[in-house]
């Protein structure tokens, strides 16, 4: 039992121990630790994690104290006693000692951390907490102060990006948990499968030291069936970084939604006073409001403007969009459609043969008459996915913000005016 020991924690009540050696594990035994992780709810295991977290700490930074003033005068002994073979030695395990206490607090913190958040969190982080100590005590041994300062930055680097794990893991259970996600994203979608699979404890991960990142690896279906009708899966990788992307992208942006709603209510408040003062006339400054809805717009999440119902009418700008793209005086070229010296090309029934084809106006522009063609002719979904896609090559997000400002501009518009049209035609003041 003794030449098979590893290094593993053990528990008792709420506190958890790591057995270094196998002496170790049979004090903690008498003590009464056992090798059962007691069960918490995941907000006392949150709770608990944070507590250790903040102990671990404030013990990193008494030892931190407490081996520095130590250090130097340990390499003094050391170096008068050169000529003794077994003081030196003595001496050498003082120092790996010292370091490892140093770097202990730290360690501990990593791993509580990470173990709050699941074992395969756990496993990943104790291999590379291992390999940083196991350096750090070999710098001390050589008296290595640089790599000494080196290797305690990258401690203390790793322990704080642990604990952000911990609070990215939070704002992912989170956003699902109160569905804060915007529309584009469904239960169905890579993005939203990959949000699953992280809070998954069970998930395959590790620390992959080169990019600073854990790395997840989890089976996701391809949206499509083999020929008995089950989903085809892929294994797909992902890091913590992808996490935050998709959360970053992809949360309903209240505030920019809140702000576009304001505007409408206050284009019928002003058309309201303006009624009440006696002034019926129809100054509505389309200019000046789509100006506003475009900064509003460059400053929010765009998918979720893009696809969440920002008007409370049940729909959005992406599928308004599909209903009627607005691509007048567009270029062909901007859309992705590749014209044949100024001759586009039909396929219709998407045999591979051209169907039809016609001759543009010379301008390489779309003009009225060319949209309806383009529409009707088997080139709408691409077009529509050049508009609202941000991964489409052809997409180009001012072009599409430009869209959304008149868009939205116009439900402002259309409040304005409303409340002017029922003065006029009922003698009200407003129909609310």
Known sequence: MK?????????????????????????????GYNHTKPK???????????????????????????????????????NDLVSGLHARAAQKKQIEKAAEEKTDGIVQECLATGGALGENTFNSCYPHTEDLQKQ????????DKKAQATIMQQLNE?????????????????????KDLSANISPSSPEYLKLQAFLNKETTQRYDPETKSFIYTSQIPTGENDENGEPIMEE?????????????????????????????????????????????????????????????IKKGNLNSLLYDDVLEDGGSFAQNIADNPEIENMTYESLGITMNNGVLEIDTDG????????????????????????????????????LINPKNDNFDEERTRGIM???????????????KDKKRTTGQYDDL
């Open 236 to 296: 797909v990788e992902f890091s913590n970084s992808d996490i935050q992307n998709i959360l970053k992208e992809n949360t309903t942006d209240s505030k920019s939604i809140a702000d576009i709603r304001d505007l409408i209510i206050q284009a019928g408040d002003e058309a309201i006073t303006q009624n009440r003062s006696g002034y019926l006339e129809d100054d509505y400054d389309a200019v000046r409001t789509t100006s506003k809805m475009n900064t509003i």
């Open 40 to 78: 918490k709810s995941p907000l006392k295991q949150m709770d608990s994690g944070l507590v250790q977290a903040y102990t671990n700490a404030k013990m990193s930074e008494a030892a931190n104290y407490a081996s520095s003033r130590g250090f130097d005068t340990l390499m003094n002994i050391s």
């Open 158 to 178: 790793f322990s704080v990006g642990v604990g952000g794990l911990k609070e990215l893991n939070q704002d992912v259970a989170l956003a699902l948990d109160q």
């Open 351 to 386: 045999d591979g043969k051209v169907d039809s084809s016609f001759q543009d106006d010379g301008d390489g522009k779309i003009s009225a008459e060319e949209k309806q063609t383009l529409l009707s002719s088997g080139f709408k979904d691409q077009i529509i996915d050049a």
């Open 405 to 419: 400002a008149t868009y939205f501009s116009a439900a402002v518009g259309k409040q304005y005016r409303n409340k």
């Open 136 to 143: 750090y005590i070999e710098a001390v041994k050589n008296n």
């Open 3 to 31: 030449d098979k020991f590893e290094k593993h924690m053990m528990y008792k009540g709420d506190k958890a121990v790591m057995a270094k050696t196998y002496q170790e594990h049979l004090d903690l035994k008498k003590k």
